[in-house]
């Protein structure tokens, strides 16, 4: 069932009270339903939003006259669900830009960024976290810090099983292969604590028998 619009929906896409839209009108309603229909509670006007399993913009979007889906333009990562992000609109209720609109990634330029003694304090945080529960030794979870080389090049590294990009203080298993002596970045987010259980869905048993870059079978020792 269609839920009829309000005075104010019609009025934000440039329709004039109990008349029909004008011509250009006509298309920023348009818009703005599908908008709606993707992203409920959405205005079209430019503002802070949540990420949701349905956004346009889940894990990488493509702005208008784009020929590809890009990541966050600002920082390079993808949009996860439950990031907070900033949109804005054109005047036609277009969503022209996402940008990431979080202290750590304060990538829209309106939220307060973190600072280097909040990095600290979370760098801190999980290797007490790591000392009183350490990781599983079964698979060889890294817990990635600011300075892994995992994370550095010109280009965020991204997991292989659910292809959004590593970041800090995540816990991954790299190389997967021989996560023990890595032979490689290859890498898989295994985080239970944050809901990222890629390399366990991936091989529920913890153990790889192809080497999921170049499906070779793996060397018995």
């Known amino acids: 069932m269609t839920t009829p619009q309000s005075p104010d929906d019609t009025a934000a896409a440039g329709v004039p009270p109990g008349g029909r839209p004008p011509e250009d009108g006509v298309k920023a309603a348009f818009n703005l339903g599908e908008l709606r229909g993707r992203q409920p509670g959405s205005s079209g006007v430019d503002g802070?939003?949540?990420?949701?399993?349905?956004?346009?913009?889940?894990?990488?979007?493509?702005?208008?006259?784009?020929?590809?889906?890009?990541?966050?333009?600002?920082?390079?990562?993808?949009?996860?669900?439950?990031?907070?992000?900033?949109?804005?609109?054109?005047?036609?209720?277009?969503?022209?830009?996402?940008?990431?609109?979080?202290?750590?990634?304060?990538c829209s330029g309106l939220v307060q960024q973190a600072t280097q003694t909040d990095a600290q304090a979370a760098a801190d945080f999980f290797r007490g976290v790591d000392l009183g529960d350490p990781l599983p030794d079964e698979v060889h979870v890294t817990r990635l810090?600011?300075?892994?080389?995992?994370?550095?090049?010109?280009?965020?590294?991204?997991?292989f099983v659910c292809a959004?990009?590593?970041?800090?203080?995540?816990?991954?298993?790299?190389?997967?292969?021989?996560?023990?002596?890595?032979?490689?970045?290859?890498?898989?987010?295994?985080?239970?604590?944050?809901?990222?259980?890629?390399f366990e869905d991936w091989q529920p048993g913890l153990e790889v028998t192809r080497c999921p870059m170049n499906f070779q079978l793996r060397k018995r020792g």
Do not use: K
């Open 48 to 106: 802070p939003a949540p990420t949701g399993r349905e956004s346009p913009w889940v894990r990488t979007w493509r702005p208008p006259g784009a020929t590809r889906r890009h990541p966050c333009l600002v920082c390079g990562h993808t949009f996860r669900r439950g990031d907070q992000v900033y949109l804005r609109y054109d005047a036609e209720h277009r969503l022209v830009e996402v940008t990431h609109h979080m202290p750590h990634l304060p």
């Open 145 to 159: 810090m600011p300075d892994d080389p995992v994370l550095s090049g010109p280009e965020h590294a991204r997991c």
């Open 164 to 198: 959004h990009s590593l970041r800090p203080f995540e816990s991954v298993v790299i190389c997967p292969c021989d996560p023990a002596d890595p032979g490689c970045r290859t890498s898989a987010h295994q985080d239970p604590a944050r809901g990222l259980t890629c």
